[in-house]
Nanobody
């Protein structure tokens, strides 16, 4: 059974940084593109960043220059480094993989940016 687990969220002041991590069980994460989404209350989940199995990355314009996605294939983790956070980044963040015609979601990790 595929399970994804996101972690690393928390409360941070504007301008601060957080690093989110995603690990998987029942799946060899390094073989798949991993997406990071975020969801603000009462809104749909929105794609933030992706990293392909070969390491190619894509970061949405809204966070470009502040967010970086990376993977450690030895540890089997995918990370989202978030710098210069602002209150508009407050959301639940989810890692996700699509395979076999199905999208798997990790449990969201809450990021709150507030002074």
């Amino acid at each position: 059974q595929v399970q994804l687990m996101g972690s690393g969220g928390g409360l941070v002041q504007p301008g601060g940084s957080l690093r989110l991590s995603c690990v998987g069980s029942g799946i060899v994460l390094r073989l798949f593109r991993v997406d990071w989404y975020r969801q603000i209350e009462n809104a749909e989940r929105a794609l933030v960043a992706s990293i392909g199995s070969a390491g190619a990355t894509n970061v949405e314009d809204s966070v470009k220059g502040r967010f970086t996605v990376s993977r450690d294939n030895v540890r089997g983790t995918v990370s989202l480094q978030m710098n210069d956070l602002n209150p508009e980044d407050t959301a639940a963040y989810y890692c996700s993989v699509q395979t076999s015609g199905r999208r798997f979601w990790g449990k969201g990790t809450q990021v709150t940016v507030s002074s």
